[in-house]
T-cell receptor, first 113, second 111 residues
Framework: DAGVIQSPRHEVTEMGQEVTLRCKPISGHDYLFWYRQTMMRGLELLIYFNNNVPIDDSGMPEDRFSAKMPNASFSTLKIQPSEPRDSAVYFC???????????FGAGTRLSVL | EDQVTQSPEALRLQEGESSSLNCSYTVSGLRGLFWYRQDPGKGPEFLFTLYSAGEEKEKERLKATLTKKESFLHITAPKPEDSATYLCAVRKIGTGNQFYFGTGTSLTVIP
């Protein structure tokens, strides 16, 4: 398996623009997670899905953030409108279950100018 | 308050100089403790899972141990390629946020 695949790897945008991050989880994994990593706050869980259904989105910072998982092999994280404080590395991860390890993608480095 | 704390924040070792990284946690109802390695510009890479106090796992120069309050990642005779940030994460029983990551220990092994 190719592992968790994220795109794009880098995104530079201007404040107010819409940003869409994409993720393809490992085939067979029932759980998909979106994390944000910054120097100040480390890794923060934003939302996770089980069998394509959002289970816990309590980590989503505000209504500007939304995530979808239309099928078992694809998820998106959308920020609209983007703000400079959204600049971070966003990781997608997947796992077989909550008790099993997560496998992370390479991340998307987002810079909002 | 549920919390995961890693120490030290940064560690510099000479090649071959063994040491330990610490991950202490205060979550109730531990379901699992995970160690990850993260290289610059990459996502965390899974190393070990520990589920109960007394458990130990080993892989090459790394050995992870778990007590009721903390976990240690022991590095024996490290090599420069072991340089990375090591993250621990805890999964707890319950509702709401069940996952907590520490902020990591940045390890540098000098040749």
């Amino acid at each position: 398996d190719a592992g968790v695949i994220q795109s794009p790897r880098h995104e530079v945008t201007e404040m107010g623009q819409e940003v869409t991050l994409r993720c393809k989880p490992i085939s067979g994994h029932d759980y998909l997670f979106w994390y944000r990593q910054t120097m100040m706050r480390g890794l923060e869980l934003l939302i996770y899905f089980n069998n394509n259904v959002p289970i816990d989105d309590s980590g989503m910072p505000e209504d500007r953030f939304s995530a979808k998982m239309p099928n078992a092999s694809f998820s998106t994280l959308k920020i609209q409108p983007s703000e400079p404080r959204d600049s971070a590395v966003y990781f997608c991860a997947s796992s077989f279950s909550l008790d099993r390890p997560k496998y992370f993608g390479a991340g998307t480095r987002l810079s909002v100018l | 308050e549920d919390q995961v704390t890693q120490s030290p924040e940064a560690l510099r070792l000479q090649e071959g100089e063994s040491s330990s990284l610490n991950c202490s946690y205060t979550v109730s109802g531990l379901r699992g403790l995970f160690w990850y390695r993260q290289d610059p510009g990459k996502g965390p890479e899974f190393l070990f899972t520990l589920y109960s106090a007394g458990e130990e796992k080993e892989k090459e120069r790394l050995k992870a141990t778990l007590t009721k309050k903390e976990s240690f990642l022991h590095i024996t005779a490290p090599k420069p390629e072991d340089s990375a940030t090591y993250l621990c994460a805890v999964r707890k029983i319950g509702t709401g946020n069940q996952f907590y990551f520490g902020t990591g220990t940045s390890l540098t092994v000098i040749p």
